[in-house]
C-alpha cells in the first residue's frame, strides 16, 4: 500500500489531532505531517500508534533513518521545548 490520497491525509489530521503540533524530531511547534516512527521500509505500519507529528521538512529529512541515529544527529535542545512567550 502507498502512502497518499485520503487515507494519508486523514492518518496525519488524526496524528495532529491525537499528539499534537509538536514536531517530534525537532521539538518545534508547527508539526503538518505525520512520521513514521518506524519507516514504512523498515516494516513499519501505517497505524496510528506508529505516527507521530513531524514538520514536513524534518520528515524528509529523517527519511527512514532509525530515531536514535536521528537524535544523535539532531538532538533536540530544551529551549526548543520551552513554552513560546509573546508578549
Known sequence: MSWGGRGAQELVRL?????GVRC???GRLGANSADHVIPRSRNGSDALANLRPAHR???????????????????????????????
Open 15 to 19: 496524528t495532529l489531532e491525537t499528539y
Open 57 to 87: 521538512r524534518c520528515n524528509s529529512a529523517r527519511q527512514d533513518m532509525p530515531l536514535d541515529e536521528w537524535f544523535r544527529r539532531h538532538p533536540i535542545r530544551a529551549q526548543t521545548l520551552a513554552p513560546s512567550r509573546r508578549w
Open 24 to 26: 517530534h524530531l525537532c
